[in-house]
């Protein structure tokens, strides 16, 4: 079953091309991986897939429903966890879980959110102000309160971006547990999370989706050792 | 109800944040304490006439961090986590004014706890200036999320303060508008600081004649176009914010 069907999606400012005609077709739990240089366009599309931007030209079908004729159906069934932490700083943990259920007009409300707590191992921070807690803490919080609605899809734009070792290695498993019952769709600029967590790859160059399979199919096809080179390859047009 | 889940939480930010409950409540406590104390010979200072104009300047504090919070909104990710939520502009709106209506009956209230306290007359007229306040609040409610829409959480203290020191010399809290000069009296008239303080005070002491057909039209007007502006700014603000 396709989770994500897109057509020729593009986004125009003014006389830039940011997004330029991508076609995409991700299937249901799938981790998908969004991969390219800054400005590469991948931010934008996901901004687009995710209802915030509309796009010029194109089209975006999620489960089986027309961004266009159906933006909040489909916003009801999709959650984003933004690059920077999004969360309410002069709330608590737990009111924040409480906020964003209400945002999503879960009915067992008490029962999600409980369930994230144990999931995320949310215990000893609960209570806590979320502006006085650790990035690596923020992060948790703000992936746990995008599973808040049990989204169909969700986007994950940067979710370990300026994380130590231990605190992305955590938030990994935390992603790795979710495959299969999610689909996903990454954005990030570290190459070891695209090849360790993603069942698939697309690499943006200058708003093309240039190239998309397996990190192990990448590599086949660059002729490179590893996924940083066929990554390097493509995105210089094997100039570097 | 979003909006209400909204507004409960931009209650908790902004009762959270020491200093707004500083700025919007004390300073306007002592400020009616101090003058009080000097005994002006003037009738502007006296506590029916002075309390209205404490209420006025309470809510020109409500303009300045009610745009810090929304800036501040702006300038994190969380609008963008709503803005993919199936929150509606209107929920975010009514949201923002829902949050700020106890915090305007509660310094209100206070307001006439001390007036009283002072030697204000108790009267219904307190109730009913009350409830005349927090409609007379939503145009200030309103300036806050047009300027928290327009500019960044840094400018947002500067563009808000040049809306309390409007408040506090527009409105006649301090001195006669004639003082200055006739075109300075023309120009506070057609500003809405002026209208909202004799609407209030016309209220608070049952002398409505002093309520000019002017004084509710310029009010109302600008309640209405800041209103649908900050409505339309707020919304399409978003969208670029998100470009």
Redesign the interface.
């Known amino acids: 079953m396709i989770a994500i069907e897109i057509k020729k999606l593009t986004k125009n ?1 003014k006389d830039k091309i940011a997004v330029n005609g991508i076609d995409l077709s991700i299937k249901q739990g799938e981790l998908f991986a969004l991969l390219g240089t800054n400005g590469a366009g991948k931010t934008t599309t996901i ?1 687009m897939l ?4 509309l796009p010029t030209f194109g089209s975006i079908v999620i489960e089986n429903m027309d961004m266009k004729k159906d933006m ?1 159906k489909i ?2 069934i ?14 608590t943990v737990k ?1 924040n879980l409480e ?2 259920a ?4 879960i009915n067992n409300k008490d029962k999600k959110i409980d369930e994230l707590i144990k999931q995320f191992k949310l215990d000893e921070v609960l209570n806590k ?1 979320a502006k006085t807690l650790s990035g690596g803490w923020q992060r948790k919080v703000s992936i746990a ?2 599973l808040i609605n049990d989204p169909k899809i969700l ?1 994950l734009d940067e979710p370990t971006l300026g994380l130590d070792v231990i605190a992305r290695k955590e938030l990994w498993k935390i992603i790795e547990g979710l495959k299969g019952k999610i689909t996903i769709i990454l954005t990030t600029h570290y190459m070891e999370e695209a090849e360790n967590l993603s069942d698939r790859i697309g690499i943006m160059v200058k708003g093309n989706l240039v190239e998309v399979g397996t990190s192990k199919e990448l590599i086949k096809k660059t002729k490179t050792k590893n996924f940083e080179d066929a990554f390097i390859s493509i995105a210089t047009g094997g100039k570097l | 109800m ?1 909006m ?3 507004a ?2 931009n209650f ?2 902004l009762i ?2 020491p200093l707004s409950l500083i700025f919007e409540i004390a300073l306007p406590i002592f400020l009616l304490f101090i003058f009080q104390q000097i005994k002006i010979p003037e009738d502007l200072y006296k506590l029916e006439n002075f309390t209205p104009g404490i209420i006025i300047f309470g809510f020109s504090f409500i303009t300045l961090f009610t745009s810090t919070l929304v800036a501040k909104d702006r300038g ?3 609008l ?8 509606k502009s209107s929920d975010y709106i009514l949201g923002y004014i829902l949050s700020l209506i106890p915090i305007i009956i509660i310094q209100d209230s206070l307001f006439f706890i001390v007036a009283c306290l002072l030697g204000l007359n108790v009267s219904i007229n307190i109730i009913f200036t009350i409830l005349i306040s927090i409609v007379v609040s939503i145009l200030f409610i309103a300036f806050g999320i047009l300027v928290g829409s327009l500019v960044s959480e840094k400018a947002s203290g500067g563009v808000g303060s040049v809306i309390v020191q409007l408040a506090c010399f527009t409105s006649g809290m301090y001195f006669s508008m004639d003082l200055i000069g006739k075109g300075f009296a023309k120009v506070c008239e057609l500003l809405p600081f002026e209208s909202a303080l004799i609407i209030i005070k016309g209220v608070l002491n049952s002398n409505y004649d002093i309520i000019s057909t002017r004084n509710i039209i310029v009010f109302i007007s600008y309640t209405i176009i800041i209103l649908i502006s900050s409505v339309i700014v707020f919304k399409n603000k978003m ?1 670029s914010d ?2």
């Open positions: 400012f901004k995710s209802g915030l931007i909040l916003k009801e999709l959650n984003v966890s933004p690059q920077d932490t999004a969360i309410a700083p002069n709330l009111e906020f964003m209400g945002v999503y007009q102000r309160i995008s986007f | 979003r209400i889940n909204f409960k939480r908790k930010e959270r944040d994190s990710s969380l963008i986590r709503l803005g993919t939520s199936p929150m969208i998100n470009k």
